[in-house]
């Protein structure tokens, strides 16, 4: 090989194994300072397209998931007051039957009577309250069932009946304005509770068989998005102990490479020798 002032080739090719090291370098410590072996288009455009596909989905899911926390929360409030609508109509059921005793003299008969009035008066105070973020099941005024998200595609839901348990309502016949102040009317609300508190346990059952279903797919959305959380890991996170070893040696590669370069470089010095005098 020839030696010359204009040319050095042993320089040359120093120069672009130290660039190459250093690009390599620097494509390490983005890893390292991200976690990330892929953080965008440019490092693997199929991966990273695939991956921003599944973040789309688990932000969906976060929508999802939202929507059945807050179904979770409305059939809980609806279940808690039901199950006392359910309580107060035992007693009411006890006030009537104590009413249909005949021998009951008329200051007994007013005072269930007066009981009995303010467990109906309870009844519509717990249906009226019965409201979670808007939405109650209870009181009649739903206007039809509530539906929530299921999958991050929208296209599928989830469902809450209305469970109408106000006074006078289908599932309790009787009205707030109804008494025990003779055995006749008694009678006729016996009647009618007992039709009353077979229809809110059926309306209880319903709503339990739903929330229970929320219960169970908000569990699956929430280990839905952990696969896909991991899913995405797998495809995009760097293994940074590996890149902590490789970063290690691109930098002993980086400084082997710079002593190269600079005896390269001092190679053109032997030209000066040859033109010394004796």
Do not use: C, Y
């Not at 025990?180 to 009678?187: E, R």
């Not at 339990?208 to 797919?217: E, T, V």
Request: proline share 1%; charged share 15%.
């Amino acid at each position: 090989m020839s030696i010359s002032v204009h040319t050095n080739k042993s320089a040359l090719i120093a120069l672009q194994n130290l660039n190459k090291t250093n690009d390599e370098l620097s494509e390490v410590q983005n890893r390292v300072n991200t976690g990330l072996k892929i953080s965008d288009a440019k490092d693997n455009a199929a991966i990273w397209a695939i991956a921003q596909g599944q973040r789309a989905d688990i932000g969906a899911l976060g929508a999802v998931r939202m929507s059945l926390e807050r179904a979770h929360s409305i059939a809980e409030v609806s279940m808690t007051a039901g199950q006392t609508v359910s309580d107060l109509l035992v007693e009411l059921k006890e006030k009537v039957v104590a009413a249909m005793d005949s021998s009951l003299d008329a200051s007994s008969r007013t005072a269930l009577n007066s009981d009995f009035k303010a467990l109906l008066r309870q009844i519509s105070q717990v249906v009226q309250n019965a409201e979670f973020d808007g939405a109650n099941l209870l009181n009649g005024l739903a206007g039809g069932n509530i539906q929530f998200l299921a999958n991050a595609d929208a296209n599928s839901r989830i469902t809450l009946s209305n469970q109408n348990l106000t006074l006078g309502g289908p599932n309790i016949s009787i009205t707030a304005n109804a008494s025990i102040l003779t055995v006749a009317t008694a009678s006729a609300a016996l009647a009618q509770l007992t039709l009353a508190i077979s229809s809110v346990n059926q309306a209880l059952g319903n709503l339990g068989s739903q929330g229970k279903q929320i219960d169970a797919h908000l569990d699956f959305v929430s280990k839905l998005t952990d696969v896909l959380e991991g899913g995405v890991g797998n495809l995009v996170d760097a293994d940074l102990a590996k890149e902590s070893a490789r970063l290690q040696a691109l930098q002993v590669q980086q400084q082997l490479g710079a002593q190269a370069l600079s005896i390269a470089n001092s190679a053109p010095q032997i030209i000066l020798s040859l033109f010394r005098g004796g």
